[in-house]
């Protein structure tokens, strides 16, 4: 037991000086026991040393919770010494001297062994009770979550069995304790210690706090104006109640209207309060059982003060219980606030930072506009200055070999007429040019665009390419209404339909026109061809600017202007487009554009 007892493992501990300090406050806590135990045998029942009232185990309890298992020994010491004293107290004989003492000792042996017993039942129970609040990982101060203070009502009555057991065991061995009064006997100890427990431990456990700021923070709050507006009410009402003051029939049998006025004081003033409305309820109550009076009154004493005792301990835990629950909503709401100011903060920053990455983004996009407004003015107004000097360069040459066509040596006149074809190539790039900065200036001309228009319009301007190269048009379903630019829409199949046919070198030609219809609000339009296709690693760079895959003289030759001014018409509608083909066997070009649509 003095391992146990010296084990040291406290969650809220002192740090105490010196070993003469921890004796002095083992002896302290020995007197303390000692004398609220010598009060509470006043009560016992029928001599058995078991009481309705022990408010010593609340005291040991509160002891080892407050500065660990060590003070175990004082419980002991005090335990043993009230018992002892008890046994001499009630003995027939005088016991005036030491003699008399050793004779009577002698007389009656069982006296220290079952005061012995008696004490170790009484430290036992504090110690494990310490001990399971340890194993079950709680604080010290159990009493501040609802599952935490069910723990402590639940280790507090299973640990009261432990030393009711040990006390009344003892006393029937030891001959003290008539057989047929046991089972009293023991309910009346196990009721008393636990009564006792769930008076005072939590209370003092509040109130002797290791720092003495916590301490006379708690002062403060019980000996508050509205704490002690709430003391009054509580002690005024258990006076109507258990006092004979009014001698009011009513008052006397109603104990319960109690109940109201103290869970009133646990959701106004806090749990402290209530603990301490529940000590002046209890004082009061015992003082008027005992004098007869109150409703448990009538019956034998220890009989009322057993159905007194229980009444208090479900006070007890329906206030505590209770407190703990507000205390844990008040955690929570803290909580929640807290979180909402918290997530509040977040939303406000992310706001802010949003706003700022927008306004940003914003002045991104206003930069590139212009910039992209600016390339397309310069391309459009380049394209316009530079056909002025190839014209004059053009009309020199033509005044040169016109003038001087017989006086140029042979080799040079050769050279001079290889020059008017660069001019006419250099003419067709810069009015490709034109057509391209053109798709960024004319205006985007928002409408209804019927495909099935566009697409035959575009083909009757090309019925010469169609009958000459004897190609079939393919279209299985009608093209549905789409909102976009008919005109732009009507350059992009013209430059897509003219591709297709220029690189194709089968002996049977066909392309064919469609869109998938299961798709909804988007539509998926296809140019396909089954012409020369595109090698795989091709199929991004024909939408460069003046890209050719070919020779200039292959296939009608061309600037590789087409599929940009494609790219860039599609771009423009929101849309996407992308390529698909097998070298050899044909092409086939996807594009959406972004709009609801109709069939």
């Given at each position: 037991m003095a391992a146990t007892l010296s084990k040291a493992t406290h969650a809220i501990p002192p740090t105490f000086g010196s070993l003469l300090a921890k004796c002095l406050c083992v002896f302290l806590i020995a007197c303390l026991y000692y004398l609220a135990a010598r009060l509470s045998l006043q009560l016992q029942f029928a001599n058995t040393q078991a009481s309705p009232v022990w408010p010593p185990s609340g005291i040991a309890l509160a002891a080892l919770m407050l500065w660990g298992y060590s003070m175990g020994y004082g419980v002991f010491l005090g335990a043993f010494c009230a018992n002892f004293i008890e046994f001499l107290l009630k003995s027939e004989q005088s016991i005036g001297t030491f003699g008399e003492l050793l004779q009577y000792l002698q007389q009656t042996p069982g006296v220290i062994s079952v005061s012995f017993w008696i004490a170790l039942g009484n430290t036992c129970e504090a110690i494990f009770a310490v001990y399971l609040f340890d194993r079950l990982k709680m604080t010290r101060t159990p009493f501040y979550t609802l599952a935490q203070m069910i723990h402590f009502f639940i280790i507090c009555i299973l640990v009261s069995i432990l030393a009711a057991s040990s006390g009344v065991l003892a006393l029937v061995l030891g001959g003290f304790l008539p057989l047929n009064l046991a089972s009293q006997a023991w309910f009346t100890w196990w009721l008393g210690d636990a009564t006792g427990i769930f008076v005072l431990t939590p209370l003092l456990v509040h109130l002797l706090k290791p720092h003495w700021f916590e301490s006379?923070?708690?002062?403060?709050?019980?000996?508050?104006?509205?704490?002690?507006?709430?003391?009054?009410?509580?002690?005024?009402?258990?006076?109507?109640?258990?006092?004979?003051?009014?001698?009011?029939?009513?008052?006397?049998?109603?104990?319960?209207?109690?109940?109201?006025?103290?869970?009133?004081?646990?959701?106004?003033?806090?749990?402290?309060?209530?603990n301490i409305g529940i000590l002046l309820v209890s004082a009061i109550a015992i003082q008027g059982t005992l004098m007869n009076v109150g409703p448990f009154s009538g019956r034998e004493q220890n009989e009322s003060l057993v159905l007194l005792q229980s009444f208090i301990g479900v006070i007890c835990m329906t206030i505590y219980l209770l407190g703990a629950m507000l205390r844990e909503r008040g955690e929570a709401l803290t909580a929640l606030n807290q979180y909402k100011e918290h997530l509040e903060q977040r939303v406000s920053e992310r706001t802010e930072e949003l706003s700022t990455l927008n306004n940003e983004l914003s002045n991104v996009n206003e930069n590139l506009r212009h910039s992209n407004q600016a390339l397309d003015d310069f391309a459009h107004i380049a394209s316009h200055d530079l056909k002025e000097p190839l014209r004059g360069i053009e009309n020199h040459l033509t005044f040169l070999k016109e003038d001087f066509a017989n006086e140029l040596p042979k080799g040079a006149y050769d050279r001079v007429q290889k020059i008017p074809p660069i001019i006419k190539h250099l003419e067709t790039l810069i009015d490709s040019l034109l057509r391209y900065s053109q798709v960024g200036c004319i205006g985007f001309n928002k409408s209804h665009a019927d495909l099935n228009a566009i697409v035959k319009s575009v083909v009757d301007s090309l019925d010469g390419c169609f009958e000459m190269d004897e190609i079939e048009l393919r279209q299985s379903q009608e093209l549905p209404i789409v909102i976009g630019d008919p005109v732009l829409i009507g350059e992009l199949f013209r430059n897509l339909i003219t591709n297709a046919i220029k690189y194709n070198d089968k002996a049977s030609k066909w392309i064919e026109i469609g869109y998938d219809s299961n798709k909804k609000n988007i539509g998926e339009f296809y140019v396909k061809d089954n012409g020369i296709g595109i090698r795989e690693q091709h199929l991004k760079k024909v939408f460069n600017l003046f890209k050719r895959l070919n020779g200039r003289e292959q296939y009608g030759g061309g600037t590789g202007v087409g599929m940009s001014i494609v790219k860039k018409i599609i771009s423009q509608h929101g849309g996407e487009i992308w390529i698909e083909s097998v070298f050899g066997q044909g092409t086939t070009v996807y594009f959406t554009l972004e709009a609801r649509y109709e069939c």
């Open positions: 006379l923070k708690n002062i403060k709050k019980i000996l508050s104006i509205p704490a002690l507006l709430h003391y009054i009410l509580i002690v005024s009402l258990s006076l109507l109640t258990f006092g004979d003051y009014i001698n009011n029939e009513f008052f006397n049998s109603q104990a319960f209207l109690l109940l109201p006025v103290l869970i009133v004081t646990v959701m106004s003033q806090g749990l402290l309060q209530a």
